[in-house]
T-cell receptor, first 118, second 113 residues
Framework: DTGVSQDPRHKITKRGQNVTFRCDPI?????LYWYRQTLGQGPEFLTY????????KSRLLSDRFSAERPKGSFSTLEIQRTEQGDSAMYLC????????????????FGSGTQLSVL | AQSVTQLDSQVPVFEEAPVELRCNYS??????LFWYVQYPNQGLQLLLK??????LVESINGFEAEFNKSQTSFHLRKPSVHISDTAEYFC???????????FGDGTTLTVKP
């Protein structure tokens, strides 16, 4: 178990540029979540995947944001035309599959990608 | 809609003192409750959870939390803290699964010698 890894750890970009982050979940986990965390606040849910299917997107995820998980393994989160308000820590988490109706008992978080938009 | 309020943004305590980190939630349906801990330069880790059953839940490192439905609270307690407990603690609530939780803004616990 190598844990959830995120790349890069830090990203500095200029307003208007596109950025892409990568998340590698724990290998046997089929659920993958993206969260955003701004300074002084808790994580906010953005979207999640079960295998390659994106099952839900938060209203926080504007049309400039897109997430993919093409083979049900790693995931990417792209932000187009970045704005200063996008500056935040972007967290990825994964969880193993559950039988129907069971609540997931545990999320495994990565260390996040810190985005700074200048 | 759900929300979580962590009543204290910072809690400084001396080593071996007891501590309580307060968490209140609001939800119109049944909830599942979680406490996460984030040590410096590390990712969030689940500390303990309430899903059903006994309202008092414990972690392996001496923390406990009690689900109080009438007061809509899930306060975290430890009778004697260590320097190594210094971290940020997040309370979270969900009515579906842990992955779609609503988090509070966190409480920074600083344990001083």
């Amino acid at each position: 178990d190598t844990g959830v890894s995120q790349d890069p750890r830090h990203k500095i970009t200029k307003r208007g540029q596109n950025v892409t982050f990568r998340c590698d979940p724990i290998s046997e986990h089929n659920r993958l979540y993206w969260y955003r965390q701004t300074l002084g606040q808790g994580p906010e849910f953005l979207t999640y995947f079960q295998n390659e299917a994106q099952l839900e997107k938060s209203r926080l995820l504007s049309d400039r944001f897109s997430a993919e998980r093409p083979k049900g393994s790693f995931s990417t989160l792209e932000i187009q035309r970045t704005e200063q308000g996008d500056s935040a820590m972007y967290l990825c988490a994964s969880a193993p599959s559950t039988a129907g109706g069971e609540i997931e008992e545990k999320l495994f978080f990565g260390s996040g990608t810190q985005l700074s938009v200048l | 809609a759900q929300s979580v309020t962590q009543l204290d943004s910072q809690v400084p305590v001396f080593e071996e003192a007891p501590v309580e980190l307060r968490c209140n939630y609001s939800s119109s349906v049944s909830v599942y409750l979680f406490w996460y801990v984030q040590y410096p330069n590390q990712g969030l880790q689940l500390l303990l959870k309430y899903l059903s059953g006994s309202t008092l839940v414990e972690s392996i490192n001496g923390f406990e939390a009690e689900f109080n439905k009438s007061q809509t609270s899930f306060h975290l307690r430890k009778p004697s803290v260590h320097i190594s407990d210094t971290a940020e603690y997040f309370c979270a609530v969900s009515n579906t699964n842990a992955g779609k939780s609503t988090f509070g803004d966190g409480t920074t616990l600083t344990v001083k010698p």
